[in-house]
């Protein structure tokens, strides 16, 4: 499809007429959307993001209309609930790792990766010196993955090479380490990403056609996650969106279908979709 489709407006008829696999029959159809940089807009601290209300109305009549329709984030199932603020869609959230079903309240957790979190934490509280916190370098906890960001330090340099001493001493220790933009990631030695969860989500829906829509590398792995289920004949057709930006990868620019212009892009391909 690359080629073919080009960065576009979601006004143009173009753009609805990429999106037909889809439109043919939505009660065999996926919606799956990444949340921060493409739902809602990439902020200075992560707690202040949220999806604007534009956009949540119109991924409420998506939910109502799609068979499956969900949201695939690096943060933790719940909190990424909270942020979109709509509970009849399904969550993947910690890269995977988390499964939230529509409705639901309790999360549901791969056994493997669970078992390596008491791992993880220790190592991450340990990591987390007095020099990183005078750098202004934020820890966060996601339970089997610790996150260290630098976005907004007083000096963003001087941080990233903090976090980089950091990665170096993971590595050593038998851990994963997953680079995100100004995020670096602690994961457990096993394998951890949205491709797994997008997998686990639909590879016993029986669906024609899926859409993803993702901002960042960690996207790319949900992008081969769809097309290893089409090649298995599990899915009939994916489609995969880039939403660009001042910050987007090139190789999520190379691989995409399609790219649209940042979350407002977004909130206009859900309105071709209706």
């Known amino acids: 499809m690359r080629g073919i489709l080009e960065v576009m407006s979601a006004a143009a008829p173009a753009l609805v007429e990429a999106l037909a696999p889809l439109r043919a029959d939505p009660s065999r159809a996926a919606i799956l959307l990444d949340i921060d940089g493409t739902l809602a807009p990439i902020v200075r601290h992560a707690d202040d993001a949220h999806v604007p209300e534009p956009t949540r109305a119109r991924l409420i009549a998506v939910a109502k209309r799609y068979r499956v329709v969900g949201c695939v984030s690096g943060r933790q199932a719940s909190i990424a609930r909270r942020i979109v603020s709509l509970g009849s869609i399904a969550y993947v959230g910690n890269h995977g790792s988390e499964l939230l079903a529509p409705g639901g309240t309790e999360v549901q957790i791969d056994p493997e990766i669970a078992a390596h979190e008491p791992a993880v934490r220790r190592f991450a509280h340990d990591a987390y010196t007095t ?39 993971a590595e050593a220790e038998g851990l994963f380490t997953h680079w ?95």
Request: contains cysteine; hydrophobic residues 45%.
């Open 180 to 274: 995100g933009r100004k995020v670096l990631e602690i994961r457990p030695p096993v394998v951890m990403n949205k491709g797994r969860g997008v997998r686990r989500l639909l590879e016993s829906a029986g669906l024609d056609a899926a859409l993803y829509v993702g901002d960042d590398m960690t996207d790319l792995d949900a992008f081969d996650g769809l097309h290893e289920l089409v090649g298995e004949g599990r899915l009939g057709a994916a489609i995969c969106v880039g939403v660009r930006s001042d910050e987007t990868p090139s190789q999520l620019q190379d691989r995409a279908d399609l790219l649209v212009d940042g979350p407002v892009g977004v909130r206009e391909l859900l309105t071709a979709l209706l």
């Open 131 to 169: 020099d990183l916190q005078r750098l202004r370098v934020r820890s966060e906890d996601k339970q089997a993955i610790a996150a260290f960001h630098w976005r907004g330090a007083p000096d963003e340099q001087a941080a990233e090479d903090a976090v980089r001493v950091v990665a170096e001493r």
